[in-house]
């Protein structure tokens, strides 16, 4: 079993939301931060990505097509008000 990253986020609110995403549509997920916390801020310089969200390699395609649609629908979003 080969593990993916499948989208690399800004930030731990954005990991959590897509994990949360693939797991309630039957993808196993994982989050692997990049963060180092007792260096704040050092592991950002270093690369410019939060973490990464992983998938089984077989989940890989189905997955990519929920992200697409999940930032989609956010992108679009983003710019509405009520």
Request: charged share 30%; glycine share 6%; hydrophobic share 50%.
């Amino acid at each position: 079993m080969a593990i993916k990253s499948v989208y690399r986020p800004a930030d731990e609110l954005m990991a959590n939301a897509v994990r949360d995403l693939f797991e309630e549509n039957g993808i196993p997920a994982m989050i692997r931060s990049f963060q180092i916390p007792a260096y704040d801020g050092l592991a950002r310089m270093m690369r410019p990505v939060w973490g990464e969200v992983l998938v089984e390699e077989e989940n890989l395609a189905r997955a990519r097509e929920l992200l697409d649609a999940f930032l989609a629908t956010d992108a679009g979003d983003a710019g509405k008000q009520e």
